[in-house]
């Protein structure tokens, strides 16, 4: 009996760590399609200038919004190729509007912080999974802290405060290094939850979303990072 146990046991660490490694291996697939996207948007320098020049990046970003929010809400009730479909086409999005960042900073300062990026996003999501500190009570902290960010950054929009900049880019980064460990350990409840009956379609599913997830944090650590880090060209 105790032998059957400890392979029950195994077998649900394995499916665990299976359900992990496929969000992880979304969401890169989903970063190496942005910044592919953004270096053949940037090979034609005027192809991004038009796309601001022509408003095109306003449609664009609306798009990616509304994007998101359908994931979200509709996850669990879409079918697994159009949940594929809609992270392939975020991420796509994504990397046409990220494009600028190489008109705006040197490549050796993206490149860096990049790197550094990874480092952190690699350091909490490991906190994440190694701490037995319970960081589901964050949550509505986070939560708070990103409305806040949102509502500084678009005040500071019309005030251009150099003070209101530095403050929301270090909260940012403080923000969504919190937000990576939050969805990191999520996940790994949400495995555990399901690991021992879950269907193909919804391993895909729960794959998309918690890559997604990982995906959005570490893009905006890399934006607000890239703006406390960042040389200009």
């Known amino acids: 009996m105790a032998e059957r146990s400890d392979f029950l046991s195994t077998d649900r660490v394995i499916q665990e760590r299976n359900l992990l490694k496929n969000v992880y291996m979304w969401m ?54 159009t949940a594929v479909l809609s992270f392939t086409v975020y991420s796509a999005l994504t990397g046409v509007t990220l494009s600028s960042i190489f008109l705006a900073y040197t490549m050796v300062s993206i490149v860096s912080t990049l790197f550094i990026t990874a480092g952190t996003f690699a350091a909490m999501s490991i906190y994440a999974m190694t701490t037995k500190r319970d960081l589901s009570g964050m949550g509505s902290y986070l939560f708070m802290g990103l409305l806040g960010l949102i509502i500084a950054s678009i005040v500071n929009l019309f005030l251009k405060s150099p003070g209101l900049y530095w403050l929301v880019s270090y909260a940012g980064v403080l923000i969504f290094c919190g937000l990576t460990a939050y969805d990191t350990q999520n996940i790994l409840k949400m495995s555990r939850e399901y690991s021992s009956s879950i269907a193909d379609e919804d391993y895909i599913r729960f794959s998309i979303i918690g890559a997604l997830k990982l995906y959005l944090d570490f893009i905006n650590m890399f934006i607000f990072l890239l703006r406390i880090f960042g040389r200009r060209d």
């Open 28 to 81: 890169t697939g989903g970063l190496a399609l942005t910044a592919v996207v953004s270096l053949w948007m940037v090979s034609d320098p005027q192809r991004v200038i038009n796309l601001f020049q022509s408003g095109m990046i306003w449609a664009i970003f609306i798009g990616k919004l509304a994007l998101v929010f359908f994931l979200s809400a509709k996850i669990m009730s879409m079918s697994p190729r």
